[in-house]
């Protein structure tokens, strides 16, 4: 029928118009390059500016990449291999030192006999956490709990690892692997377990350590659970039985069950600690601590009581207010003034408590932005079908606002792991400064100044990108308000 | 002057269904309260018995909404008496927990949990409150939800839902508690006018089934429908009481008048 006059003349639609495909020039290449490199004269310009800088950049370290030599033992010979190679004056990479010394990048001066305990514990990490962040999709579950159990076993049977713990190691993995597919509920216990695991894997001794620290975490929760209907009082209870049995008891059952059944790794000395394992290891203490404690400052910020509330300002306030490195600074030299004459507390785990409390500080801001957004009728809702506090807070509150802040929570993550490099300053080998120089320090590798940083750069990159593109994963995961 | 309905199709209810008993289910003495220093509500009297329909209607910001948030304790009285299903609202958190599982609340805004799907918005509160097994609320929330017409439903998150799908859900929500008493802050005042008559349709339902409602609303067909009465607020204080036949028809003070002409757009 025809469409003249449509304005002038009366018109009823006779037939429904079917749908078109757009036309040509709004799709391809040619439209993608007119639309965004070449939109106006300004735009020209910036695209061949930005073309000339890439150009630039590109000319500039090209040749020091292609000139880099990876098979010399020292700086002097690697010097040598690129002036025959490429001529005189010409610059390159010796990135010779990164093969000959990958091992002190990654371990610091952790034994090499021993190296197993880490990086089992490193890929053990990834069951650990499959429970509790890869529960969307069985595919990538599936993905990262099979690397992670082959490169736990495969690294560790490389590495040497004594016979009998490659047979715990086999058996406990293919467990650990069922109840995750199978048990998750007991999987994510095993998760909570996992920490004590991994302490014991890298400072080794023995293992009733850390077995009769977490059976009074247990005790504590039992007895918080028997006593459950008395509130608050059950709290206190719990806590006060844990800390009870910590004080008195587990260091003398620890000895007792050592002496029942010995099993025990040899002891490694946190000062040993160094490169990407201490930075792991204190970066990962800090940032699964620092989300529960942020939630509850966070939440205790917007508390109705006053004496909770003020505590939390104050706290938040001041952790904000200092930088990092002076509480590192308390941590290695104040602390030793206040505790009592030879109690041993051990270097990293002080760095960890307060490299935690300065990231719990962060998380709890960005969680009360997320709380900030959620509407009041949420709180009325929850409220008026009879949820308390906790239940509300748990099952409508948290998941929303957390959701909200996962680019928050992730940027602060990110943020925690590089600033671990500052534990230089308390004489800590960070990958970074501390080891780089301590190699540089060395007769071969005088003179070596941009391969460290290019490594350990690029290892900082590749796990804080995994974050980031974890976290974009599981915003798109959680996208439900269809709006 | 006479009432006409302009805003809504005719509503008809069968009002023989619903009865009124003497048992009394909110009791409400000399009531203050204040948002600061603001005297939001003035020595309130009510009294509503069990079955009844109560209508509350009045200017914008004169009080309507705080009154019924004071009684599920959304809002803190300081002073007078509240007493539901013979439980008094005072600082003690049993009485108020006791109160919120037996009164139902409807808001304006629907309130709906974005990040559950529609069953799970319906059966939270059965199973985290009431301790029901999962497989009963389930059960429990799937009736409700054919109640209000949308069982098919179930599993889409709110945001996927239209906006008169979205309030009826968060009745089935309140009405998956049970409870004894549903109250409604302006139901249908955030809907297009297309939905506003299905939320209507499922409220004068809920009515005839017995239910002790107390709605503010300016949907005078529905007030006409199933109101026992119709209570009219102005200042924090109530105005006017009165059956909707009189309050509509004869209407006493020149406030309520005023208010009529305004709403019924003359
Ligand atoms: N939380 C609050 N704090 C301070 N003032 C409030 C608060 N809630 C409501 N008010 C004020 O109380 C008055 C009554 O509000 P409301 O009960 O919502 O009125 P209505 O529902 O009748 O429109 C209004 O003037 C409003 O601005
Ligand atoms: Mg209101």
Redesign the pocket.
Known sequence: MSEVHAETVPFVRGTMLPEAPPPAAERGAIHWLRANLFSGWVNTILTFVGLFVLWWLFQHFYPWFRHSVWNASSMAECRTLITERWGEGAGGGCFGLVRERWNQFLFGFYPPAEYWRPISAFWLLFLALAPVLFTESRKLRWIVVGVASVMAFALSMLMGAPDPVLICLAVGIVLWVVLIEYIPRAALIVSVIFPFLAVWLLWGGSIWGPATILAGAVLGLAVWGALSRFGALAVLAGLAVAVLWWWFLSSQAAIDLQRLLPLELPKMESRGFGGFLLAITIGVSAIVMSLPLGIILALARQSDLPIVKGFAVIFIEFIRGVPLITLLFVASLLLNYFLPPGTNFDIILRVIIMVTLFASAYMAEVIRGGLASLPRGQYEAAGALGLNYWKMQRLIILPQALKVSIPGIVGTFIGVFKDTTLVTFVGLFDPLKQLADTIRATFEWKGAYWEPYIFSGLIFFILCFSMSRYSMYLEQRLKRDHR | MTYSDNSTARMTADRSAMSVGDEVAIDIVKMNKW??T?H??RDIDLTVRRGERIVIA??????????I?CINRL?EHQSGRIVVDGVELTHDLKNIDKVRSEVGMVFQHFNLFPHLTVLENCTLAPIWVRKLPRRQADEIAMRYLEKVRIPEQAHKYPGQLSGGQQQRVAIARSLCMEPRIMLF??PTSALDPEMIKEVLDTMIELAQDGMTMIC?THEMGFAQAVANRVIF?DQ?QIVEQNSPREFFNNPQSERTKLFLSQILGH
Not at chain 2, 58 to 67: A, D, E, N, R, W
């Open positions: 948002f600061g603001f939001v509500l009045g200017p914008s910001g004169s009080g309507k909404s705080t009154l948030r809002e802050d302006e503010v607020m924090g």
